[in-house]
């Protein structure tokens, strides 16, 4: 998930669409969203982790 999502904002950012049309500092826009997606994917996983880890116990 996380790649596809990834790869959908570097073409976004690339052809300055969508949320990078028109900003000042479209990198710095960009390097939040990627961070933003990844968070989320490390909450994903912790939380299967977790959910794996409480139910072996």
Not at 25 to 48: A, G, I, M, T
Request: charged share 25%; aromatic share 8%; glycine share 2%.
């Amino acid at each position: 998930m996380t790649a596809e999502a990834a790869i959908q904002e570097k073409i976004l950012f690339q052809t300055l669409s969508g949320p990078y049309d028109k900003q000042h500092e479209p990198f710095k826009l960009l390097v939040k969203r990627v961070e933003n997606l990844l968070s989320k994917e490390h909450d994903h996983w912790s939380q299967y982790i977790n959910e794996n880890n409480n139910t072996n116990a």
